[in-house]
């Protein structure tokens, strides 16, 4: 125990506790400081790493009154304004908080207890204030929370180079609830700082071009030199890396190359951090869904840079489809929309709008319907030509769209739209597919009575009465005596209505029992009724449709 500072040191189950008492006439119980936690050398796995894993360093978590930090052994040893108890752990550096760790920013209501290794996160506890089940009083409800701190570790392996270490880390918590998170947090945090670097990077050309452009004669005054050394300071981390000592300017041309050079080392320096990235998600299938999550998260100028460093769009978009990871590709649309133009965004999302009826997947089918109409109303009221190759104008060229007009190409849009969702109901029709016609019809706002209607002589025509209904009764959940099968019946018979296709409407009535809809039916068709009751008086619907067909000829006055 140190009798200065009143620490003393606590190791047990490869935990190492340092505790700071400090005692005062007005707070007399002793107070924890911080808390170090770190798995040793030798013993159970670190951070989710399998038994035996040679690690380099290992690093040092703890939580005080500056918040939660972290040391790395390799790192410098830094002030003792981060250290713990003023003192420090030489040897170590602590992490900040809020310039490198924007991770480690814990919930103020939470308090960790420590780092689970196999998830690698942080473990903490609140005391939430609850309402009784009487309601006559209060209680306290401690619950767990958890933080990953995955990004933390991989960021700062990636930044040393460690990228094997890296990769295995990530690989042993791949199956852990957070990685995907952890993942897009990570590639978050590294785009968010390229793009300040670029910012940066800009800021001080455009100074740079002012002090260039000045006389040479003008006397400078103390705001100027304040301008000036502002520009030309070089950040500590590009500096650190380059290892270039800060020369004096010696005018306005060499002060104006010092800024680019400064600068284009801090960007390059993200640029290639943004890279190695990139590199370690391209070895877990989370890859393509973390880029674009991220792209949805970060406004649309910072998606250069992040495409630059993951690849086209479009390429992106075909390993989705080699993938069939169709929901993903649905995300790559507005992207490649907004960087690869107006036409490929539309052909693309047309392509993979057929992929996904295939699939089945109508509610993913109906929000590609609303983008494309969408699109073509605002390529319309934009009033722009097209401006993209011709390499990729040849995939809009097989949906039919030749004409370079934006309202004749907005029309053909449209209706080669409707062309394909037509021909996927027409199979479904034909197939006598009745569900997924109805999610198909719900899923995508389908007109399905104009549909019908048109059809009315062609595919939605009933030439054979028993077979029909037979089919019809096994397909929708046994004549409808289950809910869903039932409400699907109640669906479509509306629309047969509406479209005017009798044999159906005859037989969704019969389905569902609907006396009143097939005696309005038969009072002006007698014909129809005899076909009708000689069917209903065979062996195979007797049983099923006796009564119904009692009540009607009770009715018709048989």
Not at 84 to 89: Q, S, V
Not at 216 to 240: K, Q, R, T
Not at 388 to 414: I, N, Y
């Amino acid at each position: 125990m140190s009798g200065e500072q009143g620490a003393f040191e606590v190791q047990h189950c490869n935990c190492l506790v340092l505790l700071a008492l400090p005692l005062s006439p007005f707070n007399p119980m002793p107070q924890p400081m911080a808390a170090v936690q770190a798995a040793l050398l030798t013993g159970s796995a670190c951070c989710g790493l399998p038994a035996g894993t040679v690690v380099e360093e290992l690093p040092w978590w703890a939580y005080g009154h500056r918040g939660m930090q972290v040391w790395y052994p390799s790192s410098p040893p830094e002030a003792s304004k981060n250290s713990i108890g003023g003192g420090g752990i030489r040897g170590c550096r602590a992490s900040s908080t809020v310039a490198m760790d924007p991770e480690l920013e814990f919930d103020k209501e939470v308090y960790p207890l420590g780092i689970s290794p196999a998830t690698c996160a942080i473990v903490g506890m609140a005391q939430r204030l609850v309402s009784s089940s009487s309601g006559t009083f209060n209680c306290f409800d401690p619950t767990l929370s958890t933080q990953p701190i995955l990004p933390c570790l991989l960021r700062h392996m990636l930044q040393r180079g460690a990228l094997a270490e890296a990769l295995v880390l990530a690989r042993s918590t791949a199956d852990s609830t957070h990685f995907s998170h952890s993942l897009e947090w990570l590639l978050y945090s590294v785009l968010q700082a390229e793009v300040a670097a670029s910012s940066l990077r800009r800021k001080r050309e455009r100074a740079a071009m002012q002090a260039a452009s000045a006389p040479a004669s003008a006397v400078a005054g103390p705001a100027d030199h304040a301008a000036a050394a502002e520009a030309c300071a070089v950040p500590d981390a590009a500096a650190g890396e380059t290892g270039a000592e800060p020369k004096p300017a010696g005018g306005a041309q060499d002060m104006g190359g010092a800024v680019a050079a400064v600068a284009a080392a801090a960007e390059g320096l993200e640029r290639k951090m943004l890279g190695v990235v990139i590199w370690l998600l391209r070895h877990f299938p989370e890859f393509l869904e973390v880029v674009v999550s991220v792209a949805r998260k970060t406004e649309e100028r910072e998606w250069g840079e992040l495409f630059e460093a993951a690849g086209r769009p479009s390429s992106l978009l075909e390993e989705c489809f080699a993938k069939c990871q169709l929901r993903t590709a649905a995300c790559y649309i507005l992207v490649i929309d907004k960087l690869e133009g107006a036409s490929t965004g539309q052909s693309q999302a047309l392509r993979l709008l057929q992929a996904v009826l295939e699939a089945r997947q109508y509610a993913l089918g109906g929000e590609l319907v609303r983008f494309l109409m969408r699109s073509g109303r605002e390529f319309v009221a934009a009033s722009v030509d097209d401006e993209v190759d011709h390499s990729s104008f040849k995939t809009f060229l097989r949906f039919g769209f030749t004409s370079t007009s934006p309202l004749e190409r907005a029309d053909m849009l449209q209706a080669t739209v409707l062309r394909i969702l037509s021909d996927h109901a027409g199979g479904l029709l034909s197939s006598l597919d009745l569900s997924s016609l109805v999610a198909f019809t719900r899923g995508t706002q389908f007109d399905l009575s104009a549909f019908l209607f048109n059809e009315r002589l062609g595919l939605a025509r009933l030439e054979d009465f028993p077979t029909a209904l037979t089919t019809v009764h096994t397909l929708l959940a046994g004549g409808g005596e289950r809910l869903a099968g039932r409400l699907e019946a109640e669906f479509l018979l509306a629309h047969m209505r509406a479209a005017g296709c009798t044999e159906w409407v005859v037989v969704l009535a019969t389905l569902l029992q609907r006396k009143q809809l097939l005696l309005e039916l038969f009072q002006d068709d007698r014909v129809l009724w005899r076909a009708y009751s000689r069917t209903l008086q065979g062996k195979a619907f007797s049983r099923l449709y006796s009564k119904l067909l009692a009540a009607l000829e009770s009715d018709m006055n048989v």
